[in-house]
């Protein structure tokens, strides 16, 4: 007997599931926050170059000499959304000329920044800005590395010593490096402690994850994998009031780390994956947990249902490159991978532009973190009605087409309209983060059995890559400025979404369909049975390799 036969006799989402499921979920909030928390600590506010000998320069001061305004260089270009050039001051040749002649243009070297937002920010206390701007996308990109490098690690830590003690190890190390980054003094080790906490920290969501689907019954399997995400979206709003709160980089990143104490407890509360044990041969330690799960679960428990099979996977002989091996299968696995990236890169990307888009940057980032309920919600509504592939088409083409569509309102509106900008933004977050809970479903039934774990590994890496490239797009308008840089990130989300989720429709549905268990069945699933006959001999060669 199979464990997904145990479980159906037990309870496929029984008592002692739910409890587990939701124990799992929670350090989920924890992941959204950390996830885009370098979103509110890196965060560059509005500012300008430092007066020269002006004890009590800030940025709003209104000086009534004419020496201090002059200082202030008009920006070279038709940029209306800047009051200042950031980046470069005048400086007078001779003491006590006013003429404009007499001044040079220089860089400066310190600057004041606008604190109605934030009292401090790492940007800001660290200055880079101008020429070290660039340095706030790489930090970004860096911990999203680490991200990838969290996911390889961890799954191969996780399937070597366990799910709960590899879950454990990424709750210490997170731990330690959360709060270590509070107190960081220079760049450089701010932005490895940012890599070992994006590493822990989604190698810990993605540990959650897999127990909590492993502990879960087939039939409720896709309802769990999407749940989870909208704990993700409770992590943002929690991210936006504690920055809303407290203001400044330091006290919002111990926020964003306090909660990690709480899951040093889970050793006492969380199994090892009944699963995993089994695939070990550790058969007793797998029973007690049967046991305890028919104990809570009240369901009397028959001796026969502990003589559990462990082949479910000892047939697979399927390899990553099987994936690559016939043309069919190669279009596929790159249009998913290619939707892996761009969903990644949308979804961190318009959020990462919430600061850009003009308005209140708390308003904008709690109104794009709250849209991802009703989300998660349409994709757990219309999953199983209108079918894996044209939802996820729709989502990505409506919400590309709304990112899109701001490009007009940027360029030919004026501030007043500002909310039409906002609005559109938020239909390209919905639709981002919708296709991001639909994804996970299509891609794992279109994979083969043989090479399925294989392929949801390598779709996450890809996604990575997606949110690496994120903070570059998103940054992106700053060096082109202007009101066209305003909606530049925008447009490029937009237009991406679009042609992915166009390719989408030349995936086949999988809805109500028989899964593909082989290569072969991959390459037959979906298709009529003339135009399979010339794959066959070339399939049948490269499985023996």
């Not at 003690?165 to 709750?171: P, S």
């Not at 059995?449 to 797009?473: D, E, F």
Request: aromatic fraction near 12%; glycine fraction near 8%; include cysteine.
């Amino acid at each position: 007997m199979k464990f997904d036969d145990i479980l159906f006799h037990l309870g496929e989402f029984g008592r002692y599931q739910k409890r587990l499921y939701v124990l799992l979920c929670l350090p989920a909030i924890s992941v959204g926050s950390f996830m885009m928390g370098l979103v509110l600590i890196m965060e560059t506010p509005k500012h300008r170059c430092k007066l020269p000998d002006y004890l009590n320069d800030t940025y709003e001061i209104q000086s009534s000499y004419h020496q201090h305004l002059i200082n202030l260089s008009i920006p070279d270009s038709d940029d209306e959304t800047l009051t200042y050039d950031q980046c470069h001051i005048y400086v007078s040749n001779s003491a006590g000329n006013s003429n404009p002649a007499n001044f040079t243009r220089q860089k400066c070297t310190e600057w004041v920044y606008e604190k109605s937002e934030f009292t401090s920010t790492f940007t800001s206390e660290h200055n880079l800005v101008c020429d070290d701007a660039l340095l706030t996308s790489h930090a970004k990109m860096i911990f999203y590395f680490g991200v990838l490098v969290g996911d390889l690690l961890f799954g191969v830590l996780a399937d070597s010593i366990g799910r709960k003690k590899a879950l454990y190890v990424t709750f210490l190390i997170l731990l330690a490096s959360a709060f270590g980054v509070c107190w960081a003094p220079e760049f450089i080790s701010f932005v490895v402690l940012e890599f070992i906490i994006g590493a822990a920290n989604h190698g810990a969501f993605m540990i959650c994850c897999v127990l909590g689907l492993e502990m879960v019954g087939p039939s409720k399997r896709v309802w769990a994998g999407i749940v989870i995400h909208v704990f993700f979206a409770i992590g943002l709003l929690y991210l936006v009031g504690a920055g809303f709160l407290l203001r400044d980089w330091q006290y919002i990143s111990l926020a964003i780390a306090g909660p990690c104490v709480f899951y040093l407890s889970y050793w006492f509360f969380v199994p090892e994956s009944p699963r995993w044990l089994i695939s070990q041969g550790r058969q007793p330690e797998a029973e007690d947990i049967i046991r305890k799960v028919a104990k809570v679960n009240k369901v009397k428990l028959n001796e026969k249902l502990l003589k559990v099979s462990d082949d479910d996977d000892k047939s697979s002989e399927g390899r990553i490159w099987h994936l690559f091996s016939n043309r069919v299968m190669l279009i596929r696995t790159l249009i998913l991978f290619f939707n892996w990236a761009i969903v990644s890169m949308m979804y961190y990307g318009v959020t990462m532009h919430a600061g850009n888009m003009g308005g209140d940057f708390y308003l904008n980032f709690f109104l794009l973190a709250v849209v991802e309920f009703p989300a998660y919600s349409l994709s757990i509504f219309l999953l199983d009605r209108i079918g894996r592939k044209k939802l996820h088409c729709s989502f990505m083409v409506v919400g590309g087409l709304a990112c899109l569509s701001t490009i007009f309102p940027v360029l030919y509106g004026d501030k007043s309209i500002q909310p039409v900008t906002l609005t559109l933004a938020i239909i390209g977050k919905i639709g981002s983060a919708g296709a991001f809970g639909v994804i996970y479903v299509f891609s794992a039934e279109l994979f083969p059995t043989v090479v399925r774990n294989a392929g949801m590994g390598a779709s996450s890496c890809i996604a990575r890559v997606g949110g690496m490239l994120a903070p570059y797009v998103a940054s992106s308008g700053d060096l082109v400025g202007g009101k066209f840089g305003q909606a530049l990130p925008l447009v490029i989300f937009g237009a991406t979404s679009v042609t992915a989720g166009l390719l989408c429709l030349l995936l086949p549905e999988t809805l109500n369909k028989k899964l593909p268990e082989s290569i072969e069945d991959g390459i037959r699933f979906g298709r009529s049975d003339d135009k399979i006959q010339n794959e066959e001999k070339v399939v049948s060669k490269s499985t023996k390799l």
